[in-house]
């Protein structure tokens, strides 16, 4: 019986079974806009396919005109890889803190 | 004697001995408001008459012997988007320009209740959605050091009036740096409490989870003497802790022998103004001369820290807006617009992933906290820039003005612990720096105690600006 790939191989196959929703470019990139800017230190990163950002807008209620669609996708194009700084780190067992609750005295 | 530079703590000790009155206090910052604005556009509302009245009222109870304590009769102002029953809340958006909140916010009333008097709500980035201070709707706020740069955000306004002498303090509220970078770029004290220990009880939301409000203030005393107004438990408030509340002023006269302060070195890591670093790195080596033992510590997930706190704030603000954003997208402000929009596009994947990362943070900063009682290190790599500057130089990088205000006060907003910037020196063209100091979870007393000892052995607290006004 083979032990389950760690949970970082299964993340990356999921992307590469998506390729229209981002593609891998290489490091180093530096983000910009509200997100900040990050030294990205993962191998591989991930940015948002224009097409894709285009249908995913579409879906998502975003249908304006071409020039405010393509501000949009300028941002957020710098910021998709901040998103999936997360993603990239090694979370094994650790769960998500959805409500911030300090421990009690 | 100037009634509109006095900090809270010595009007109040005035009051308390009947040497002047909460009425004349009033009338000075209110002719102090009049002298300054519109140029420094601190205000949304103005509340002269109803300031006056509650002056009139607080002068008969102090003069009847029903004295509240030490906020009695000073004059505050509250960003404009802490609900005040009977007072429109714009948040920053004309969209809410006639919007009337039939209750109060649960730290308007508790300032209520000890007696603070206040005399409007002040200008704020809208939805509190950027750190530069910049509002298309109600005008950009000015920085009283210099009325072409940025005050900073998003409680500009706050940091403008408290700074001019318009008001004896105010209220923010710090989701990404937001009362720690106009603090410092105006040259004030201000506390980003832990998460949990003030309610956010009818305030807009910007991120739940990572929204703090706090005081900002002229002095370290100051920001004291309103946690000891404000802080405790508020059912009604889902974050709300149960937790003991000190009494904050006890600690400000300890001296800050042995205390450990750590120096985490990521931040020097990126690009830091040299004057700021020169005055934060001076700052620390202060701290030392007092007594205080500092270790050079290393925080490996620093840097990430910034990108998952945004990825969260970014993730929780479209969805608190997303009706909004939908009917009159139209009606924001192009730039929070984007930010909105920009939300939108993290998926539910990633917002997990951003809240587990969280965690690994937060169990790393408690690590820290193991070997030290503070952390320090700048507030803001920069001194205030022109209002519309997008990008600046620092040594031989360009960068965005946005990320780089909030590089380092982020982590805090992520990991929730109390952090406070205190004034630590002025650059070559006059423009205030500040230093920030972190604690651990709930140990706000600690946190002032240091401010406190770094600000009794240094004077930039008490530079003021505007003085020929």
């Given at each position: 019986?083979?032990?389950?790939?760690?949970?970082?191989?299964?993340?990356?196959?999921?992307?590469?079974?998506?390729?229209?929703?981002?593609?891998?470019?290489?490091?180093?990139?530096?983000?910009?806009?509200?997100v900040?800017?990050?030294?990205?230190?993962?191998?591989?990163?991930?940015?948002?396919?224009?097409?894709?950002?285009?249908?995913?807008?579409?879906?998502?209620?975003?249908?304006?005109?071409?020039?405010?669609?393509?501000?949009?996708?300028?941002?957020?194009?710098?910021?998709?890889?901040?998103?999936?700084?997360?993603?990239?780190?090694?979370?094994?067992?650790?769960?998500?803190?959805?409500?911030?609750?300090?421990?009690?005295? | 004697?100037?009634?509109?530079?006095?900090?809270?703590?010595?009007?109040?000790?005035?009051?308390?001995?009947?040497?002047?009155?909460?009425?004349?206090?009033?009338?000075?910052?209110?002719?102090?408001?009049?002298?300054?604005?519109?140029?420094?556009?601190?205000?949304?509302?103005?509340?002269?008459?109803?300031?006056?009245?509650?002056?009139?009222?607080?002068?008969?109870?102090?003069?009847?012997?029903?004295?509240?304590?030490?906020?009695?009769?000073?004059?505050?102002?509250?960003?404009?988007?802490?609900?005040?029953?009977?007072?429109?809340?714009?948040?920053?958006?004309?969209?809410?320009?006639?919007?009337?909140?039939?209750?109060?916010?649960?730290?308007?009333?508790?300032?209520?209740?000890?007696?603070?008097?206040?005399?409007?709500?002040?200008?704020?980035?809208?939805?509190a959605?950027?750190?530069?201070?910049?509002?298309?709707?109600?005008?950009?706020?000015?920085?009283?050091?210099?009325?072409?740069?940025?005050?900073?955000?998003?409680?500009?306004?706050s940091?403008?009036?408290?700074?001019?002498?318009?008001?004896?303090?105010?209220?923010?509220?710090?989701?990404?740096?937001?009362?720690r970078?106009?603090?410092?770029?105006?040259?004030?004290?201000?506390?980003?409490?832990?998460?949990?220990?003030?309610?956010?009880?009818?305030?807009t939301?910007?991120?739940?989870?990572?929204?703090?409000?706090?005081?900002m203030?002229?002095?370290?005393?100051?920001?004291?003497?309103?946690?000891?107004?404000?802080?405790?438990?508020?059912?009604?408030?889902?974050?709300?802790?149960?937790?003991?509340?000190?009494?904050?002023?006890q600690?400000?006269?300890?001296?800050?022998?042995?205390?450990?302060?750590?120096?985490?070195?990521?931040?020097?890591?990126?690009?830091?103004?040299?004057?700021?670093?020169?005055?934060?790195?001076?700052?620390?080596e202060?701290?030392?001369?007092?007594?205080?033992?500092?270790?050079?510590?290393?925080?490996?997930?620093?840097?990430e820290?910034?990108?998952?706190?945004?990825?969260?704030?970014?993730?929780?603000?479209?969805?608190?807006?997303?009706?909004?954003?939908?009917?009159q997208?139209?009606?924001?402000?192009?730039?929070?617009?984007?930010?909105?929009?920009?939300?939108?596009?993290?998926?539910?994947?990633?917002?997990?992933?951003?809240?587990?990362?969280?965690?690994?943070?937060?169990?790393?900063?408690?690590d820290?906290?193991?070997n030290?009682?503070?952390?320090?290190?700048?507030?803001?790599?920069?001194?205030?820039?022109?209002?519309?500057?997008?990008?600046?130089?620092?040594?031989?990088?360009?960068?965005?003005?946005?990320?780089l205000?909030?590089?380092?006060?982020?982590?805090?907003n992520?990991?929730?612990?109390?952090?406070?910037?205190?004034?630590?020196?002025?650059?070559?063209?006059?423009?205030?720096?500040?230093?920030?100091?972190?604690?651990?979870?709930?140990?706000?007393?600690?946190?002032?105690?240091?401010?406190?000892?770094?600000e009794?052995?240094?004077?930039?607290?008490?530079?003021?600006p505007?003085?020929?006004?």
């Amino acid at each position: 019986m083979t032990s389950p790939p760690p949970p970082n191989h299964i993340r990356f196959r999921a992307f590469v079974l998506h390729p229209t929703w981002c593609r891998a470019l290489p490091s180093p990139f530096k983000g910009e806009g509200w997100v900040g800017e990050e030294e990205d230190e993962m191998e591989k990163i991930i940015r948002l396919d224009k097409e894709a950002f285009l249908s995913m807008a579409k879906v998502l209620g975003l249908e304006e005109e071409d020039s405010h669609l393509e501000e949009l996708y300028t941002y957020v194009e710098k910021l998709f890889p901040n998103f999936k700084v997360a993603g990239g780190m090694d979370l094994k067992e650790i769960e998500p803190m959805l409500i911030l609750v300090l421990p009690k005295e | 004697m100037n009634l509109c530079y006095l900090s809270a703590g010595e009007v109040s000790r005035l009051i308390r001995k009947r040497e002047v009155s909460p009425v004349e206090v009033v009338k000075a910052h209110l002719a102090r408001v009049e002298a300054l604005e519109p140029p420094l556009n601190s205000f949304i509302t103005l509340l002269p008459e109803q300031a006056m009245e509650e002056a009139r009222v607080a002068e008969h109870e102090i003069e009847s012997g029903q004295y509240r304590g030490p906020l009695h009769g000073i004059p505050i102002g509250l960003k404009d988007l802490f609900y005040v029953k009977g007072v429109r809340n714009t948040s920053g958006s004309k969209i809410f320009d006639h919007f009337i909140p039939d209750y109060d916010s649960t730290l308007a009333l508790k300032l209520r209740e000890a007696g603070a008097i206040l005399l409007g709500k002040l200008n704020l980035h809208q939805f509190a959605y950027g750190p530069t201070g910049e509002n298309p709707d109600y005008g950009n706020m000015h920085n009283p050091w210099d009325t072409e740069r940025i005050p900073g955000g998003s409680s500009g306004g706050s940091a403008s009036a408290t700074a001019s002498g318009q008001c004896t303090l105010a209220m923010g509220t710090d989701t990404g740096g937001s009362i720690r970078i106009p603090s410092a770029l105006c040259g004030l004290v201000g506390l980003k409490p832990t998460y949990g220990r003030l309610s956010r009880y009818g305030m807009t939301v910007l991120s739940w989870s990572q929204d703090h409000p706090g005081p900002m203030a002229r002095t370290v005393e100051d920001c004291a003497l309103v946690m000891n107004a404000v802080a405790g438990y508020d059912p009604r408030d889902s974050s709300s802790a149960n937790k003991s509340v000190p009494d904050f002023t006890q600690s400000l006269t300890e001296n800050i022998k042995g205390l450990r302060v750590g120096v985490p070195k990521e931040p020097f890591e990126d690009p830091v103004d040299s004057e700021v670093e020169h005055f934060v790195r001076n700052a620390i080596e202060l701290l030392g001369k007092l007594g205080a033992t500092i270790h050079e510590i290393s925080w490996p997930l620093y840097h990430e820290s910034k990108a998952i706190a945004s990825t969260i704030l970014m993730a929780e603000a479209t969805a608190y807006h997303s009706q909004l954003m939908k009917r009159q997208g139209s009606r924001l402000d192009p730039k929070v617009r984007l930010r909105l929009e920009a939300g939108l596009l993290i998926s539910a994947v990633d917002y997990l992933q951003a809240q587990r990362a969280r965690r690994l943070f937060y169990q790393q900063s408690c690590d820290l906290f193991k070997n030290v009682d503070l952390l320090a290190g700048p507030t803001v790599p920069i001194t205030a820039c022109n209002i519309g500057t997008e990008e600046v130089q620092i040594g031989n990088t360009r960068m965005g003005v946005i990320p780089l205000l909030t590089q380092h006060t982020r982590p805090y907003n992520l990991n929730g612990f109390p952090a406070i910037t205190v004034p630590c020196g002025f650059s070559r063209n006059g423009l205030p720096v500040g230093f920030q100091l972190a604690g651990k979870p709930f140990d706000e007393a600690t946190v002032l105690r240091g401010a406190s000892a770094y600000e009794q052995a240094t004077e930039w607290h008490q530079r003021r600006p505007l003085t020929s006004k």
